[in-house]
């Protein structure tokens, strides 16, 4: 016992304080949810050791930790005599158990029969691989239940490394039979049924009351209801309106830090910048087109807020295509004219060198100085340039983050994809001593409901229209026997004078994910394509080679790109008008639809060929909403639906909590709920302290120390 004693202690030193520590000292009564499960007195050491290292400490940490999935034990599947693509849950009894050795690897095998005392019994193999363990428990004449697939070995039905329990006649009257069972994420050291066991009885012994809802309308019983329900529900039906209930708690934890970082970007600071925007009146004259109405609304939008006292947080969301950068280029001249220097930052060097040409272009007539500033590259001296009578622009990398003295006298940031960088960066800037005015664009196209989440501190101003007298683009998924008539066609565009990119998804070959490598296929494309010159483009190479290749593409000198998703972000090349992405399986749909943005630039018809390399019907499937939507917003609400929203909280670029149980999908509906109550909550308790060891006090915890940088 003795040496385990000691881990307890030292993470105990580094648990977050609880409710009231530095102020009163209070102690918790044993149905308080910030309990350590230690202090409930009955979960032996080895049982916290593990749990502890499922991430599980307190009270409520434990009734968090949902099922994976229920199995219904009132019933069990009958035996299948044929192999099925779904999973069965049996009940069985052992019979013949086999030890093989072959080689290095060992396997433990044994049979499982339906009912041993029928001569007819149906029987299936169970097989573990180089599993020790397994052999102790698993023994002849015990009862077992096994969930998994039943595949066909050699003649024999068989399910490989299911996941079983071996269940004994007590078991009759337990929580483990003839119930709807919850199958618990377990961990060294703790099975499922411990885990379960556990579970029912903190459920059994909690006393609700001692639980403040945040949910001011609900009655305590209902998310006691729901956290037994979701545990162990009496039928399958409670299981999605318990779910829901959870849900809804835990994004009104996520919309409460959410709020409280869009009331802190809110704050009046920062100086107003109005001007009579004559410096936008002689820009706009000099460009070779109008604006489209879109643009004209969003400048007139952002015009406004950068003359109120607080600080502008807007995002700019458009298509690609769609013309941010004009928008962006109006926000930095009304900083200028107002006497406040602006910045804009790129996520890509390609991208920011293709910026730092434009806005050259654009503004060096009006006499308003372009800074380049990279991590490669040293800044010219502010005003360097002779005649310049206006504050200097600068435009550069996340180095810019970096370069103290160009941000300090910004008045105006604006931050282009913001997608590529994450909410501390942002924050970050916000927290400068200027206190500019920012200005992100995306154009990743979010779902609203999730762009209320992922940028809930932000005021939204969408680009959706897009500019005049584009040729069409077309998307045509294909399978990788179709190249040789793919590259055909591409040679017909080739020789029409147009340009094309060729994107693989890796650098170099990896065995592992055995995808096409630009690296190595750039001499297979050249062989191919000759007369016409490939050049090579990759992350990897440094950025004055990058730069070259970038700029022989613009002058037409090469005319294909053989490149990665470098090119994913903003890359501007108006006569390239073919796109070709192989293995495009491996990409997300909203990154094959930021990769196609590269091409349908100009005014010719464009066309995207994405070859799907892994022969999966699902992945043409998937594939094939881009062949049927050019719309953004459409392909980002397939991509949330199918990949689900798991991975894009939790992330560096929301800084906010990955769900547990709520899915911003299929709960779209709760977020604007979770975001009234939220404000209502802040409002009435803006320090949170009746609040304070409820799920808002959790994620304050692990995540207010991000927060508090956005509080200075
Ligand atoms: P994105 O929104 O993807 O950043 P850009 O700002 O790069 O788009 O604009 C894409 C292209 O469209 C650029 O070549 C730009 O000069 C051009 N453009 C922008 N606004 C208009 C407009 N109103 N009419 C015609 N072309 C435009
Ligand atoms: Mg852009």
């Not at 399910?159 to 039979?177: C, N, Q």
């Not at 590259?377 to 600068?394: D, F, T, Y």
Request: proline content about 6%; some cysteine.
């Amino acid at each position: 016992m003795a040496p385990e004693k000691k881990p307890i202690k030292a993470t105990k030193a580094k648990l977050p304080k609880r409710l009231g520590q530095g102020k009163k000292p209070i102690s918790l009564a044993p149905h308080d949810p910030a309990i350590l499960l230690e202090e409930l007195g009955w979960i032996r050491r080895p049982q916290l050791t593990a749990l502890r290292k499922l991430g599980i400490t307190t009270l409520r940490g434990l009734l968090e930790h949902y099922p994976r999935r229920h199995e219904d034990r009132n019933r069990f599947d009958y035996f299948p005599d044929t192999p099925e693509e779904r999973s069965f849950c049996l009940s069985g009894t052992i019979g013949r158990t086999i030890f093989r050795r072959f080689g290095r690897m060992r396997s433990f095998e044994a049979e499982i029969e339906e009912s041993p005392d029928s001569p007819l019994s149906a029987r299936i193999t169970l097989r573990w691989f180089n599993l020790f363990h397994v052999q102790k428990s698993v023994v002849k004449g015990c009862r077992l239940i096994v969930h998994g697939k039943v595949r066909l070995r050699g003649r024999r039905l068989c399910m490989e490394h299911p996941e079983f329990e071996v269940v004994t006649d007590k078991d009759r009257e337990s929580i483990h039979l003839d119930r709807i069972v919850p199958v618990h994420p377990a961990g060294e050291g703790i099975s499922v049924r411990v885990i379960r066991g556990l579970i029912h009885r903190a459920l059994s012994e909690t006393d609700w009351s001692a639980w403040i809802d945040p949910l001011q309308q609900k009655k305590k019983a209902d998310w006691g209801t729901a956290l037994r329900n979701i545990h162990f529900p009496g039928s399958l039906e409670e299981l999605e309106p318990a779910r829901r209930e959870l849900a809804l708690r835990e994004l009104l934890g996520i919309q409460t830090l959410v709020t409280i970082r869009r009331n802190e970007a809110r704050k009046p600071r920062g100086a107003a910048k109005a001007s009579r925007g004559d410096l936008l009146s002689r820009f706009l004259k000099a460009l070779p087109f109008g604006l489209t109405s879109a643009q004209q609304k969003a400048i007139a939008t952002v015009r406004d807020d950068m003359a109120q006292p607080h600080r502008m947080s807007r995002l700019l969301q458009g298509d690609v295509g769609s013309g941010k950068t004009v928008v962006a280029a109006a926000a930095i001249l009304n900083a200028v004219e107002s006497g406040h220097r602006a910045s804009l930052m790129a996520p890509t060097q390609i991208l920011a060198e293709q910026h730092f040409r434009n806005f050259q272009h654009w503004f060096e007539p009006l006499g308003i100085p372009v800074e380049f500033l990279t991590g490669a590259i040293k800044p010219r001296p502010l005003n360097s340039l002779s005649g310049a009578n206006h504050p200097s622009v600068v435009i550069g990398t996340h180095a810019l983050l970096h370069h103290e003295s160009s941000l300090r006298g910004s008045g105006l940031v604006v931050i282009d994809e913001q997608h590529k960088f994450g909410v501390l960066q942002r924050t970050r800037l916000a927290n400068s001593p200027s206190a500019p005015d920012l200005l992100v664009m995306t154009a990743t196209p979010i779902p609203r409901t999730l762009a209320q989440t992922i940028y809930g501190d932000l005021d939204l101003s969408i680009l959706d229209e897009k500019p005049p007298g584009r040729g069409a683009l077309r998307t045509a998924v294909r399978t990788p026997e179709k190249l040789s008539e793919i590259v055909a066609y591409l040679k017909g565009q080739l020789e029409k004078g147009r340009q094309a990119y060729v994107v693989y998804p890796l650098i170099e070959e990896s065995e592992k994910l055995q995808a096409k490598a630009a690296e190595t296929e750039i001499t297979t494309w050249r062989e191919r394509l000759t007369p016409f010159p490939c050049d090579l483009l990759h992350g990897r190479m440094s950025s004055e080679e990058k730069k070259g290749v970038m700029e022989r593409f613009l002058r037409g000198k090469a005319k294909v790109l053989v490149t990665t998703s470098v090119i994913e972000v903003g890359v501007d090349v108006p006569n390239a008008t073919f796109l070709l992405v192989e293995n495009a399986e491996r990409f997300g749909l909203a990154q094959l639809h930021q990769l196609r943005g590269r091409i349908g630039r100009g005014s010719h018809t464009s066309t995207c060929v994405l070859i799907e390399g892994s022969g999966s019907p699902e992945a043409m499937e998937r594939l094939a909403i881009l062949e049927r939507t050019n719309d953004g917003f459409v392909v980002a609400e397939e991509d949330l639906r199918l990949r689900g929203s798991g991975d894009i909280l939790g992330t560096e670029q929301s800084g906010l909590p990955p769900l547990r149980i709520a899915d911003l999908y299929k709960d779209g509906d709760l977020i604007s709920v979770a975001s009234l109550e939220a404000s209502r909550i802040l409002n009435e308790d803006p320090s949170l302290d009746q609040l304070n060891h409820l799920p808002l006090k959790r994620l304050m915890e692990i995540h207010a120390p991000r927060l508090s940088e956005t509080g200075g």
